[in-house]
């Protein structure tokens, strides 16, 4: 079996729809990649002029995209390497087209100190066969009470700024980090869910919890946390990101901050966006999220958010359990899926419904991630990075969770029917992942 990581000859895509969502560029044509750039992409490159060795790859039928770069994916280490590692988190990325994974820094510890960030950063380039790019904690050890050294975690390479899974419900110390982050240019992300209003509940608020006997969340638990954060921006002019937004009353808080100019922008789950609470059915603890799942009313919006550019962006919420966590009583068990691999796939049922154009999901999954977190990628311009996913978009498939590449098996897509699959991962011009 050849190693695919060490073959770094220029490669030409031919025959692919070529879509980078950076330019509004859809077509029938080839890309050339060499030296770990885009070359090339137009109709017609042919094989001839290309450097020699150029391995050439007939893509008919395949759709040729830039890479996908997931915000907000959760992996073990420091602390947790049992439910998942830089290197297994990467094999499942490349797996599911992926080519950035943004960590969170929720670990043990926390990623809140400039040498976290820096071992991170070591540790994914030894390991990891797609781009790592960790997000920092937003206060120490991910408290919520002591805002962590902004400045200097981000010159030590952080991305964001975070709390992972926790929610600051300190108004004054969330406020003082969207100021202090402001001068950096920083970006803050939030998890927003109140934790006193989630209280004991394991699901969405509602008749069907009520019929489960599940004790549930409310969508307040949400909306208020986040209605505050857009007060606080209005104060402080920095750059704000809700984390996971999950229900309807939620958009209509985000749309009146972008009415008004307030630099706020949002991101869905492809759990929250192509599943509901009935997907809970007989107590599936695959489907116990934090947010949970909502009601159908809500997905529906969240869909419609994401076509219309609402919702920036689109992220796997990648929360790897393991069965000791998983395999308990629906209220007992440990909220989180993994997603990292299935996030395409999954998405693509958005697009074969009719409900989004491919271009939009892609943008949403690549090209505004890229903007949003200042990070190369998410185009497919002559001299952009090589990170390209290849994909045929109808070849149907059902999904054993024993095949996924992650170190824990929590899908809430186990065994579903799932059209469009991943042909063909490239990082930095290598292939990483091939599908044969």
């Not at 044509?29 to 750039?37: K, R």
């Not at 934090?290 to 550019?309: I, K, M, Q």
């Not at 949003?372 to 990075?385: K, V, Y």
Request: net charge negative.
């Amino acid at each position: 079996m050849r190693d695919l990581r060490a073959d770094r000859r220029p490669i030409l895509l031919t025959n692919a729809r070529i879509i980078d969502p950076s330019r509004d560029l859809d077509m029938e044509g080839d890309l050339l990649i060499a030296d770990g750039v885009i070359r090339d992409a137009r109709r017609g490159i042919g094989a001839a002029g290309v450097p020699e060795g150029t391995e050439v790859i007939d893509c008919r039928g395949k759709v040729a995209a830039p890479g996908l770069i997931d915000m907000r994916a959760f992996v073990g280490e420091p602390g947790a390497e049992y439910r998942e590692t830089f290197a297994s988190a990467s094999q499942a990325a490349a797996a599911g087209g992926v080519t950035t994974i943004v960590s969170q820094p929720d670990t043990s510890p926390a990623i809140d100190e400039p040498a976290m960030v820096d071992f991170v950063l070591r540790r994914a380039r030894d390991t990891a066969i797609v781009h790592v790019h960790p997000m920092a904690a937003l206060t120490k050890g991910a408290r919520g009470s002591e805002m962590t050294e902004i400045g200097l975690l981000k010159a030590a390479g952080a991305v964001a700024f975070t709390d992972g899974a926790k929610t600051v419900t300190n108004a004054q110390v969330m406020r003082n980090a969207l100021v202090y982050a402001r001068d950096f240019d920083a970006l803050i992300v939030h998890h927003t869910e109140d934790p006193d209003l989630v209280g004991e509940g394991v699901m969405n608020e509602g008749e069907f919890a009520a019929r489960l006997g599940l004790v549930g969340v409310p969508k307040a638990a949400e909306t208020i946390v986040l209605e505050r954060d857009v007060r606080l921006v209005a104060l402080a002019q920095g750059r704000y990101h809700a984390a996971s937004i999950t229900c309807a009353d939620s958009l209509e808080v985000l749309r009146r901050a972008k009415d008004a100019g307030l630099t706020v922008t949002a991101a869905a789950s492809i759990n929250h966006l192509t599943l509901n609470e009935i997907d809970v059915g007989s107590y599936r603890t695959f489907c116990k999220l934090a947010p949970p799942l909502r009601a159908e009313a809500d997905r529906v919006a969240l869909v419609e958010a994401v076509r219309s550019g609402l919702v920036d962006a689109v992220m796997s919420d990648h929360n790897p359990q393991d069965v000791e966590t998983k395999r308990l009583p629906f209220a007992e068990a440990a909220p989180g899926a993994i997603g990292i691999e299935t996030m395409l796939a999954a998405s693509l049922r958005l697009v074969h419904s009719g409900d989004i154009a491919l271009p939009v999901l892609l943008k949403a999954m690549s090209t505004r991630p890229a903007e949003l977190l200042g990070l190369p990628g998410g185009a497919l311009r002559s001299g952009s990075p090589a990170d390209v996913v290849v994909f045929d978009p109808d070849a149907p498939w059902v999904l054993d969770r024993a095949e996924l590449k992650s170190k824990c098996k929590n899908t809430p897509f186990d065994e579903a029917r799932l059209q469009g699959r991943v042909t063909r991962t490239i990082v930095g011009g290598r292939t990483v992942y091939e599908y044969v």
